[in-house]
């Protein structure tokens, strides 16, 4: 079965600066997904960023960049000029590419609680 | 274009009863899946469903059951509730494929007492 760690559960930053979420992942297949997901206080998941395994560019959505290391099973997310809207819980996903959809659906990392210092 | 809507936002039953949840997929979404999420254990994938069919399965007793309606719409029911169920559950839609992302609802918060 594959696992996600996120191992900061909690990170601080300065508004205006910028922040790096650690995520790490332990699979034996090729093809697959992984996502980083915003939880607000509100609690609904928002997604901020994906990246597919075959690709070796990394994915970037404005502010928010991601550095994906194959090799390391490594998938690390940047926000660059942190906003006070940023703060949140976000989540590093995994999913299988298999087709059939994989057998575990998403699989996500207990999160980190980012905080942002106005 | 509307989200992923879930009802009811929150629910509150006793220990024994059973408990049906409901989400509509945003328009033209085929697959539905939950996952509970807890402060122990996280998020943990429940049930997914595509055109109807369960396609993938998470390791939940089988109190847990789902069911796919023709429009897409989906419901989750759990059956003899214990305390160990309060959670949020969160239902997501996806346009089809494993390489499509989720878009989630905003959860039912269930609470057993």
């Known amino acids: 079965a594959q696992t996600v760690t996120q191992s900061q559960p909690e990170m601080s930053v300065q508004e205006a600066e910028t922040v790096t979420l650690s995520c790490t992942y332990d699979?034996?297949?090729?093809?697959?997904?992984l996502f980083w997901y915003k939880q607000p206080p509100s609690r609904q998941m928002i997604l901020v960023i994906r990246?597919?395994?075959?690709?070796?560019q990394n994915a970037t959505e404005n502010r928010f960049s991601v550095n994906f290391q194959k090799a390391a099973k490594s998938f690390s997310l940047k926000i660059s000029d942190s906003q006070l809207g940023d703060a949140a819980m976000y989540f590093c996903?995994?999913?299988?590419?298999?087709?059939?959809?994989?057998?575990?659906?998403?699989?996500f990392g207990k999160g980190t609680h980012l905080i942002i210092q106005p | 274009k509307a989200g992923v809507t879930q009802t009811p936002r929150y629910l509150i039953k006793t220990r024994g009863q059973q408990v049906t949840l409901s989400c509509s997929p945003i328009?033209?979404?085929?697959?539905v899946s939950w996952y509970q999420q807890t402060p122990g254990q996280g998020l943990q994938f429940l049930f997914e469903?595509?055109?109807?069919?369960?396609?993938n399965k998470g390791n939940f007793p089988g109190r847990f059951s789902g069911r796919q309606f023709s429009n897409s719409r989906s419901e989750m029911n759990v059956s003899t509730l214990e305390l160990g169920d309060s959670a949020l559950y969160l239902c997501?839609?996806?346009?089809?494929?494993?390489?499509?992302?989720?878009?989630f609802g905003q959860g039912t918060r269930l609470t057993v007492v």
């Open positions: 699979t034996s297949e090729s093809d697959y997904y």
């Open positions: 997501a839609s996806s346009p089809q494929g494993v390489n499509t992302e989720a878009f």
């Open positions: 469903y595509f055109s109807e069919t369960q396609r």
């Open positions: 990246q597919e395994a075959y690709k070796q």
């Open positions: 328009s033209g979404h085929r697959s």
């Open positions: 996903a995994y999913r299988s590419g298999t087709s059939g959809g994989g057998a575990d659906g998403l699989t």
